[in-house]
């Protein structure tokens, strides 16, 4: 059986920082980040052989992914239009993982989104 944690290992643990620049200046993409945080997306093992080129296995393994792109608009409180595109921009620049998690410079991404925007309390 194939095990779709082990298979995203090298991308999990993933550094590089490239495909952050693609959404850097773009709200709508961050909250749909931050929302398939909270997603539970399923996913099946897709129909072929399990390619061995790193590039063709990441989209091999996004093949098995079901998304409710409502459910994700809503959760990202964005338009259901604009899932699909933004969503792919994601995939592309290897930032969301098909099981529902976001890479280490994803995370990063948003930790300095949330400082950015969120008022600091203030002492009293």
């Known amino acids: ?16 920082n490239i495909g952050v620049v693609t959404v850097i200046d773009d709200v709508q993409a961050k909250k749909l980040l931050a929302a398939w945080t909270r997603y539970n997306p ?3 093992k897709p129909k072929g052989r399990r ?14 992914v079901d998304v409710d792109t409502h459910a994700l608009a ?3 409180n964005v338009s259901p239009h ?15 993982l098909p099981d529902g ?5 994803a995370k990063a991404l948003l930790n300095a989104f949330i400082s950015e925007n969120l008022p600091t309390p203030k002492k009293r």
């Open 1 to 16: 059986m194939i095990k779709l944690d082990t298979l995203l290992e090298p991308y999990r643990d993933s550094t590089d």
């Open 42 to 44: 399923s996913w099946t």
């Open 51 to 64: 390619p061995a080129d790193t590039t063709e296995l990441w989209y091999w393994l996004w093949e098995g």
């Open 74 to 76: 809503a959760m990202a």
């Open 101 to 105: 998690t976001i890479t280490t410079p």
């Open 82 to 96: 604009v899932v699909g595109p933004k969503f792919e921009v994601l995939i592309h620049a290897r930032l969301v």
